[in-house]
Nanobody, 120 residues
Framework: QVQLVESGGGLVQAGGSLRLSCAAS????????MGWYRQAPGKQRELVAV???????NYADSVKGRFTISRDNAKNTVYLQMNSLKSEDTAVYYC??????????????WGKGTLVTVSS
């Protein structure tokens, strides 16, 4: 009923930039929060950034000062602007969101992921 679709991943040189997008669709009454997670090979999934409906943001220490999360409420889309990319940023990035549907159901939705590869 509610789906998230990520885009924008790819191959980039260290020091470069990428912008990830995540578009939500479905019977959404309210979006409580949207965020990005990532998982590198052989490592645990980690929270990268989250944005609350009111606009407050939180970031992992490893990306502070380099990544910026933002949203377009009219489009139900969240973005992750990634600057000064490092090799250790290489991972599959997953979009996550918490919604309340028009039926009153609270839904925790995940995208399928988009691969970001940073070459040194």
């Amino acid at each position: 009923q509610v789906q998230l679709v990520e885009s924008g991943g790819g191959l980039v040189q260290a020091g470069g930039s990428l912008r990830l997008s995540c578009a939500a669709s479905g019977s959404i009454f309210n979006t409580n929060a949207m965020g990005w997670y990532r998982q590198a090979p052989g490592k645990q999934r980690e929270l990268v950034a989250v944005i609350i409906s009111g606009g407050n943001t939180n970031y992992a220490d490893s990306v502070k000062g380099r990544f910026t999360i933002s949203r377009d409420n009219a489009k139900n889309t969240v973005y992750l602007q990634m600057n000064s990319l490092k090799s250790e940023d290489t991972a599959v990035y997953y979009c996550n969101a918490v919604f309340t549907t028009i039926m009153g159901l609270r839904v925790d939705a995940w995208g399928k992921g988009t691969l970001v590869t940073v070459s040194s």
